[in-house]
């Protein structure tokens, strides 16, 4: 497959930030973020889309309504049905509860860094799930669904990566069109869990003095790894489960059609 030049450098995105980070295959990189093909969603990212589109109204980057998949009977899948109810509850009970009022969804902003060795300019792009006052102060909210809140690193977010809070803070706080009091806002994350418990998480993640520093260095160091791929001509890395999604998973030659042998000790 020929895999030309990048015409003009492609913004550095969280979800970037994440694919390169877990060493996704470069073709596919190329495909999904250059040429902005779209990936095939799995089970679970479909669930989380359904449960934005309920809770906000939201099409997210397709702009189109998600279809709700349907069992061959035509019955509704359980876990969908239960979507709809935590959206229900998160909108009537714990909204109001919290001082959440929703001023914008699906709001796209970008900002700049100059790379620190090269003076190259590093734009990056965040697409906001909600933009909202909290108490009235402005903040973002990240919608996530998930089958089980206990078991998904939600119960201990220390642990989570924390680059996409800081990207939207720090990318937010830096327009002026949105943010013209110059605030650092607050990052949210309301998770809700589509498993019989029906539970659920609002996590905050606070700004600290490390954080600008971690949203620059993952920034250019994206920037770095897209030119070094663009360099070796975004080559090919198959993997079974990242084949099943790819935009290229009818054309490539080099997709994977058997899952690899797992390894244990
Ligand atoms: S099908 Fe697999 S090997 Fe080919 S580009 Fe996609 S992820 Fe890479």
Known sequence: ?????IASRPSVSQSLVKELRNDVCP??????????????????????????????????????????PLQKTG????????????????R???????????????VVIATEFT????????????????LARVNNKLAVIDIKATGDVANGGWRNPIGLDHTQAYFYMWALYQSKELNSEG????????????SPRSDYEVIKVEWNNGSFWEVRHAATEAFDKMKSMEEQGFPARPSYQQCQSC?????CTDKKQFKEVKVIW
Do not use: N
């Open 1 to 5: 497959m020929f895999i030309p030049a």
């Open 27 to 68: 073709r596919r990189i190329y495909g999904a973020y250059v040429l902005g093909l779209p990936t095939v969603p799995t089970d679970s990212q479909l669930r989380g889309i359904y449960f934005e589109y309920k809770l906000t109204g939201s099409c997210g980057k397709s702009g189109i309504p998600p279809i709700e």
């Open 75 to 90: 019955k509704r899948y359980v876990d969908f049905e239960r979507l709809d109810g935590q959206a229900q509850f998160i």
């Open 92 to 106: 009537e009970e714990l909204f109001p509860y919290y001082g959440i009022e929703i001023l914008d969804t699906d």
């Open 115 to 130: 790379h620190p060795d090269t003076d190259e300019i590093v734009t990056v792009k965040c697409r906001l799930d909600v």
């Open 183 to 194: 605030v650092m806002p607050e990052f949210y994350y309301i998770v809700a869990d589509w």
């Open 247 to 251: 935009p290229f998973q009818h054309s």
